[in-house]
C-alpha cells in the first residue's frame, strides 16, 4: 500500500492549483477487475472512519454503512447486481444505507412525530449524507492507491439487499462499493467539457454548446477505439440516446419500493 | 493558499492508516464564516475540474454546477437558504444541479423516448452525480485550506433558486456549496460511533447500542458546552427528537417541486 496513486493511475490533465489530494482527485477511474481477497482491517477502519465524517445535514446523520463480509450476503448482494465483479472475494464489499430508522426509534422514545422522517425533503438529507460518505471512503482508498466501484447496480433488485442486509423500515440501499487492490489500469474515460456542465449565473443551455458537444461526440468514439479496437465507436449522444434508462437498476420500481420502506411519501 | 490544512483544522482523531489526504478528511468541519470576496480563477477553474471528475453513474453525467457572481442571484439564493452568511460576497458561491434536462435534450433529437427521464431510478443516479461533485469539490477546497459549508437550505425555497437561475424542466437545485478563505476555526463537531453507524452483514440495530448512545449523548452535551458556554446543553437524542423535521427546508414541499420539474414521477 502507497500513500499515492501508482503511475499507471496518474492524472491525464492538470489543474490550474494543485496538490496531492487534487491529482488523486483528478485521477479518478473506475475500476471492475480487483485482487483476490478484501482489505487489512486497518484500512477498513481507516476508510469507515473518513466515510463517518463527512459533512451532515442538519447534524442528523442518516447514514449507516454495512461491510459485507458473509460469502451467502455478498451473493445476494450480486444477484441483486447482476455485475460479475460482485460476486466471488475479490475486493472489500460495502452497501451504503440511507438511514431515517436511528432517528425514527430516538423520536419514538421521546414521545416525538414520526411523520417529518416520510418527507421528501428529510429523505434528500439522508441521501446526501449517504452519498458524502460514500464518496469519502472513494476518495480515501484512491489516496492510498487502491480501486473502486460504485454499484448503483444493487437497485437492480432493492429488495433483495433489503432482506439480505435485514434493513429495517424508514432504510433505502443507495450504492454498493467494492473497494479493492486493482488488477486492471483503465483509460481515464473523457468527461464532457466544463463549458457544459457548468455555468456563471444561469443554466447553461446546450443549445448554445453544439461545437463542443460535437468535439466531445469524437473524443468519446476516440476512448472507446483506444479502450477496444473492435468496439463499436459510439458517441456521448449515442449512448445517452440507446442506453439511459436501460438495465434493472434504471427500470426498477424504485418508487415503490421507498414507499415499502416508508420514506419519500410525501 | 497552503498545500496542507492549516494547524486549527488539525484532525482530531488519528486513524490506523493515514495520508494527507485522509487527514484532510478526518479535519472536516463546517464554516460559516468567510473573508469578504470570492476565489482568485484558477482556484474556481480548479475546484469545478475536480468536481467533475467524479464518478458518474452508468455515465450519464447528470448534474451541472452554476457559480453565482451577479449580487442579485446572490441575494435570490440568501432569500432561499435564509442563513445569514450566504447574503452579501463573503466566498464563492456554487448552486449544484441535478440535471437531466442535457440528456432530455439529447435524446429528443435523437428520436428517443423521454420517459426514462421521469422515473425515480433515473433521478437517484441523477442526485448520486451531483452530490459526488459536491463532496469532490469540498475535498479539493479543504485540501487548499479553504473552508466549505453545505447550503442544503437552499430547499427552503427551491422555486425560487430555479426562477433565479433559470432552470428548466428536468433540473433540481439540490445543494448550494459556499467555498472562501474561513474566519473562524470551530470545534471539531464528534460523528455517531462506528459501532452505531457500521455494521458487518446485517442493519446495527440501536437497540444493542444503548450505552454507546448515551456515551455519545454526553460527548455531544461536551461538544455544546464547550462552544458556547451559555448554551443549552443538549444531548444528540434531544436533538433529534426536537429539531429533525423543523424548518424551512425539512418542511418544503419537495416531492410537489420534483413534479413541477417533471422529476421521479414514477
Same sequence: chains 1, 2.
Avoid at 449524507?129 to 464518496?135: F, G, K, L, R, Y
Avoid at 429488495?159 to 440501499?173: D, M, S
Avoid at 415503490?256 to 420514506?263: A, F, N, S, V, Y
Wanted: net charge negative.
Amino acid at each position: 500500500m502507497t500513500d499515492a496513486p501508482s503511475a499507471a493511475l496518474a492524472a491525464p490533465q492538470d489543474t490550474p492549483v494543485s496538490n496531492e489530494t487534487i491529482a488523486a482527485l483528478m485521477a479518478h477511474r473506475t475500476i471492475r477487475a480487483f485482487a483476490e481477497g478484501g482489505l487489512d482491517e486497518p484500512t477498513v477502519t481507516t476508510l469507515l472512519d473518513a466515510a463517518r465524517h463527512g459533512a451532515t445535514s442538519s447534524f442528523l446523520q442518516q447514514t449507516t454503512i454495512i461491510r459485507v463480509q458473509d460469502p451467502a450476503i455478498r451473493e445476494a448482494v450480486h444477484g441483486a447486481s447482476r455485475q460479475p465483479y460482485v460476486g466471488g472475494s475479490r475486493g472489500e464489499l460495502f452497501v451504503f444505507v440511507v438511514d431515517l430508522h436511528r432517528n425514527a426509534v430516538i423520536r419514538q422514545r421521546a414521545g416525538a412525530s414520526l411523520e417529518p422522517l416520510e418527507r421528501m425533503s428529510v429523505f434528500l438529507q439522508g441521501l446526501e449524507d449517504t452519498v458524502i460518505a460514500a464518496q469519502n471512503m472513494v476518495v480515501a482508498a484512491e489516496s492510498l492507491g487502491l480501486g473502486t466501484v460504485y454499484l448503483g447496480s444493487i437497485q437492480g433488485d432493492a429488495r433483495a439487499v433489503i432482506r439480505a442486509l435485514g434493513l429495517p423500515e424508514r432504510t433505502f440501499p443507495l450504492v454498493g462499493l467494492i473497494v479493492g487492490r486493482a488488477e486492471q489500469t483503465p483509460q481515464y474515460k473523457p468527461r464532457l467539457p466544463r463549458r457544459i456542465t457548468t455555468g456563471v449565473d444561469a443554466y447553461p443551455r446546450l443549445e448554445a454548446q453544439e461545437e463542443a458537444l460535437a468535439a466531445y461526440d469524437t473524443t468519446v468514439q476516440e476512448y472507446y477505439d483506444l479502450r477496444d479496437a473492435n468496439a463499436r465507436l459510439d458517441s456521448f449522444s449515442t449512448l445517452i440516446a440507446r442506453n439511459l434508462g436501460v438495465g434493472a437498476a434504471a427500470t426498477a420500481p424504485t418508487l415503490e419500493i421507498l414507499r415499502e420502506q416508508r420514506l419519500a411519501l410525501h
